[in-house]
């Protein structure tokens, strides 16, 4: 059974920190790794990894992912008091189309 | 192009009802789900379908059941309303790839 899990829980940091926000999974037959952004509503897509060690960015976020310690970390630098959000992190595998999602990280950005 | 659309946006039950959740997507995917989202819970998936007419559990389908008839429409239906079914629901659709996952506005249901 796949297995995702994030940490820290919660965080909550002054506008203009730099956050690092984790996710570990246990997956048979990786794919890929996503991570997604939850403000009020419906999640909205961040990034997909499938290759270790190449950094994907946008803006100030970025991510990587390590498939050999089967981790993958986003980075939110300067952060912003629109940064505040739920980060979920998921996986997903060849094999079966499923989306195993991780209890997520809610970040918050104190002005 | 309306993307992922759920109705109702709100709902309270009590015990022992059925009901539908509807979901449509416009964007001639494949792949649907329904997840329910509780606090610090994460997204679960409850049902998922890779076609017309092929449906599969998720990790928490009790309760629940989905049918595919269309490309467009994968209705989530609660056979008999429980309380522990408290939760916000998000349909989901995307193509081959998992990076093109899209998520409905979410169903906040509540059973008393």
């Known amino acids: 059974e796949d297995k995702v899990v994030q940490s820290p829980l919660s965080l909550v940091v002054h506008e203009g920190d730099t956050v690092t926000l984790n996710c570990s999974y246990e997956v048979t037959n990786f794919r890929s790794l996503l991570w997604y952004k939850q403000e009020k509503k419906a999640p909205t897509f961040l990034f997909m990894l499938t290759s270790s060690g190449i950094e994907k960015k946008s803006g100030r976020l970025s991510s990587i992912l390590d498939k050999k310690e089967l981790f993958s970390i986003l980075n939110i630098t300067a952060t912003q008091t629109g940064d505040s959000a739920i980060y979920l992190c998921?996986?997903?595998?060849?094999?079966?189309?499923?989306?195993?999602f991780g209890t997520g990280t809610r970040l918050t950005i104190i002005p | 192009n309306a993307g992922v659309t759920q109705t109702p946006k709100f709902q309270v039950l009590k015990t022992g009802q059925s009901m539908t959740l509807q979901c449509a997507q416009d964007?001639?995917?494949?792949?649907m789900s329904w997840y329910r989202q509780d606090p610090g819970m994460g997204l679960r998936l409850i049902h998922y379908s890779v076609g017309a007419g092929i449906t599969d559990q998720g990790e928490v389908p009790n309760g629940y059941n989905v049918s595919r008839s269309t490309t467009e429409d994968f209705p989530l239906r609660l056979l008999s309303a429980a309380p522990s079914q408290t939760s916000v629901y998000f349909c989901a659709s995307r193509d081959g790839s998992p990076d093109t996952q899209y998520f409905g506005p979410g169903t906040r249901l509540t059973v008393l």
């Open positions: 998921a996986d997903s595998n060849f094999g079966n189309e499923k989306l195993t």
């Open positions: 964007m001639n995917h494949e792949y």
